[in-house]
Nanobody, 120 residues
Framework: QVQLVESGGGLVQTGGSLRLSCAAS????????MAWFRQAPGNVREFVAS????????YYTNSVKGRFTISSDNTKNTVYLQMNSLKPEDTAVYYC?????????????WGQGTQVTVSS
């Protein structure tokens, strides 16, 4: 069965950096799109960034462009989210997600989430 396991969250000061990891297992992911979402208390879950595993094409929500970088390591079946210049408004639970690239729409696999807290 498919498993997505996030790690790397924690507490960091404003302006600091964190790198989140998502270890994927249970199937081949070369035909998948991987993404990071986040959910702050009282807010809906929002899209952060995505990467098409086969091509490396990336896409970001406007609020993180220039600060966050999504990447993948095919040898480790792992997706990363490098987060720089962190702001208090980046505080949220960050989730890794996956969907077949050809199926546009909702993601059908999710990790358990990792907490990121940015102090002011």
């Amino acid at each position: 069965q498919v498993q997505l396991v996030e790690s790397g969250g924690g507490l960091v000061q404003t302006g600091g950096s964190l790198r989140l990891s998502c270890a994927a297992s249970g199937r081949a992911f070369d035909t998948y799109t991987m993404a990071w979402f986040r959910q702050a208390p009282g807010n809906v879950r929002e899209f952060v960034a995505s990467i098409i595993w086969r091509t490396g094409f990336t896409y970001y929500t406007n609020s993180v462009k220039g600060r966050f970088t999504i990447s993948s390591d095919n040898t480790k079946n792992t997706v990363y989210l490098q987060m720089n210049s962190l702001k208090p408004e980046d505080t949220a639970v960050y989730y890794c997600a996956a969907r077949p690239t050809v199926v546009v729409g909702s993601y059908n696999y999710w990790g358990q989430g990792t907490q990121v807290t940015v102090s002011s």
